[in-house]
């Protein structure tokens, strides 16, 4: 079975523009469609996750909220709309996965320090073989204790830890590469 592409929140609100952009979210999502291209061009299955919520940003029903054109879903793939950041919580996640007998995830994604770690974790817990595509992924600037964290060091830091956890991380054309 091939490695089912999760993208996860590629919304509006996280460019420029939206209510809260990322650091770098165009080139993210760039690479993103060019891995949702390449996973399509093989058949491979594809599902997509919404973030909605009330109040803030990624509100339901805004512009905000509507995943960016460059990775819409067909028609045939599906549409997971969650309200936490852990895709799986609330949602069918789990049961479309092993409706469709995966072992192994691709993911790409926003917030790559929220959404994305909380899924990639939950994804490892549950036994798949996780790979997340780091240069499809962005991340916002942090503050913490009067420390200011840029999204870069933000991302990298995710990302690192990810792969303490179990994750493979690697940039699209690795990962690409390494499952043409």
């Known amino acids: 079975m091939q490695p089912v592409l999760v993208i ?37 299955a594809v ?31 599906p549409v997971i709309v969650k309200h936490a950041p852990n895709a799986f919580v609330g949602t069918d996640l789990q049961e479309r996965l092993e409706g469709l007998g995966a072992s192994a995830l691709i993911v790409a994604g926003m917030m790559t320090s929220m959404c994305v770690d909380a899924t990639v974790r939950a994804a490892i817990d549950l036994g798949y073989d996780v790979t997340v595509v780091e240069d499809a992924c962005a991340a916002p600037d942090l503050e913490f204790g009067g420390v200011e964290v840029d999204g870069a060091h933000v991302h990298a ?13 690697g940039k699209a054309a690795a990962v690409v590469g390494d499952r043409s």
Not at 60 to 76: F, L, N, W
Not at 158 to 169: C, E, P, T, Y
């Open 8 to 44: 996860i929140d590629i919304q509006r609100d996280y460019f420029p523009g939206g209510r809260h952009p990322l650091v770098g979210p165009d080139a993210a999502a760039h690479v993103a469609a060019d891995v949702l291209t390449w996973q399509r061009a093989r058949g491979g």
């Open 47 to 77: 599902l997509h996750v919404r973030h909605e919520s009330e109040g803030g940003f990624l509100e339901a029903g805004t512009a905000g909220a509507e995943i960016d054109s460059r990775v819409a879903p067909s028609a045939q793939e």
């Open 157 to 169: 830091a995710f990302l690192a830890a990810l792969r303490g956890a179990g994750a493979h991380v």
